[in-house]
């Protein structure tokens, strides 16, 4: 895979802490971050929310597939955090690994509840019994995240230092290594 980027993905469930281990992790090893969820909404002018509602899921789905290709157009590594149904189509998941290092983010349900109860942002959880909704999609989606990805961590009962440690060691020491070697 000789055209293979070096960004770093962040993919995992909605609140399995993509968006503040993006935040943290672009920090460490100084380079940017985007955000395709942030991205899209940038595009259309419009929420997350508005957009489900007025051209659906799948109208949705298609914006993330064009974010994703407008991506591997830029130039140089970033830190790219994604939508949490992204990998669920093969489209995406092949342009994830064309973008670089995908890491997966593995969540329990449990936790998912806790950090987003009463979060009215997410379209998908705004049902009757929020909880089967996680439990039903991450059966789904959990084999799918992790046959995509590169690497997994599993987050639950860890603070972020500890996630972004094991992302960092993992992908981005080399780059770290390489920045201290040249700020002497
Ligand atoms: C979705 C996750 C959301 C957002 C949209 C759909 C999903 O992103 O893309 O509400 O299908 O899981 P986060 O994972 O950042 O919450």
């Known amino acids: 895979m000789s055209d293979r980027k070096k960004n770093i993905i962040l993919t995992g469930f909605m609140g399995s802490g993509k968006t503040t281990v993006g935040i943290r992790l672009s920090y460490r090893l100084r380079q940017q971050l985007v955000d395709t969820d942030r991205l899209i909404e940038k595009e259309e002018g419009r929420s997350i929310s508005e957009i489900f509602a007025g051209q659906g899921e799948e109208g949705f789905r298609r914006m993330e597939t064009a974010a994703l290709k407008s991506l591997l157009e830029t130039e140089g590594e970033q830190i790219i955090s ?49 909880m089967e909704e ?51």
């Open 82 to 130: 994604t939508g949490g149904g992204l990998p669920m189509r093969e489209e995406n998941r092949m342009l994830l690994k064309e973008l670089g290092t995908v890491v997966f983010l593995r969540v329990s349900a449990e936790t998912v509840y806790e950090r987003l109860k009463g979060d009215d942002t997410r379209p998908l959880l705004q049902k009757e019994n929020p």
């Open 134 to 184: 996680i439990r039903r999609l991450l059966e789904i989606r959990n084999p799918v995240y992790q046959a995509a990805a590169d690497i997994t961590v599993d987050v639950d009962g860890k603070d972020f230092e500890e996630i972004i440690g094991e992302i960092a060691g993992i992908v981005g020491g080399e780059k770290e290594t390489a920045d201290e070697n040249t700020c002497d």
